[in-house]
């Protein structure tokens, strides 16, 4: 079996949260979803269950942070490029989600942000990793020099 991850988040409204990951070309897993539950596929190992605050709580003996005034964690997604971080920005926007901050461009990495309808962090981001690794060498050339 392939290594999976499956995210868990606590939703105040299922159907209203499972339309909002379709808007942004999550897939709905039907095998693994009910009106308690929905599991949302990204890809082929990574998921995220869309869990109805009363059945996540059953996993936990936490209280539920509320991810609007706190936050519990910023979930990262690589995208292929630009305009595909952009793309996905875009559609959570549109699909009543809030940007977080302007887009944020270092050269080889471009990001945004957004937050989900439950105050979820988001953060797609593309990176040249050939670029990546140039700036660090770089990096550590001048600090060698300094």
């Given amino acids: 079996m392939a290594k999976m991850i499956f995210v868990n988040l606590p939703v105040a409204d299922v159907a209203r949260a499972t339309a909002f990951y379709q808007a942004l070309g999550f897939e709905k897993n039907e095998q693994f979803s009910n009106s308690q539950g929905s ?3 990204w890809t082929d190992t990574i998921n995220v269950m869309l869990l109805a605050r009363p059945l996540f709580s059953s996993f936990t003996q936490k209280a539920i942070a509320d991810p609007f005034t706190q936050t519990t964690s910023l979930l990262a997604l ?4 630009r305009a595909a971080v952009d793309a996905i920005t875009q ?3 549109a699909a009543g989600g809030r940007e977080l901050h ?3 461009d270092h050269g080889f990495m471009y990001s945004r942000a957004f ?3 439950d105050g979820h962090g988001w953060g797609p981001f593309s990176m040249d990793v050939a670029a990546h690794a140039e700036a660090m060498a770089q990096g550590d050339a001048q600090h060698a020099e300094g």
């Fill in 39 to 41: 599991a949302m596929q």
């Fill in 78 to 81: 690589g995208l292929d490029d």
């Fill in 91 to 93: 559609a959570a926007v």
């Fill in 102 to 104: 302007e887009p944020e």
């Fill in 115 to 117: 937050e989900d309808l």
